[in-house]
């Protein structure tokens, strides 16, 4: 019903940089909440970024200055801008919507695919 499709990742050398986008596709009306997830090797899966409608952006203390969050609400997409990358930056990237308004009513937590991210040193 809600699919969010990501894309964007990919193999970068320490310093640059890399864009990652994700659409929600489905009969929706509106998002409360988009974020960016990410799990490298080992750990667990931990919040990069966040945008609820209405509010400022909210990121890891490990992100913040270098990545930038964003939304194209018409679009049901979601950005998410990494500069400075660093080595530890390299994980899976995981799109988020939380409280997704379709035609069938509210819903629940919904997640992409991932796309890897590898920064190289």
């Known amino acids: 019903q809600v699919q969010l499709v990501e894309s964007g990742g990919g193999l970068v050398q320490a310093g640059g940089s890399l864009r990652l986008s994700c659409a929600a596709i489905?009969?929706?009306?509106?998002?409360?909440?988009m974020g960016w997830y990410r799990q490298a090797p080992g750990k667990q899966r931990e919040l990069v970024a966040s945008?609820?409608?209405?509010?400022?952006?909210n990121y890891a203390d490990s992100v913040k200055g270098r990545f930038t969050i964003s939304r194209d609400n018409g679009k049901k997409t979601v950005y998410l801008q990494m500069n400075s990358l660093k080595p530890e930056d390299t994980a899976v990237y995981y799109c988020?919507?939380?409280?997704?308004?379709?035609?069938?009513?509210?819903?629940?937590?919904?997640w992409g695919q991932g796309t890897q991210v590898t920064v190289s040193s």
């Open positions: 945008l609820t409608s209405g509010t400022t952006p």
């Open positions: 988020n919507a939380e409280r997704v308004l379709t035609i069938t009513g509210w819903t629940g937590q919904h």
């Open positions: 489905g009969r929706i009306f509106s998002i409360e909440t």
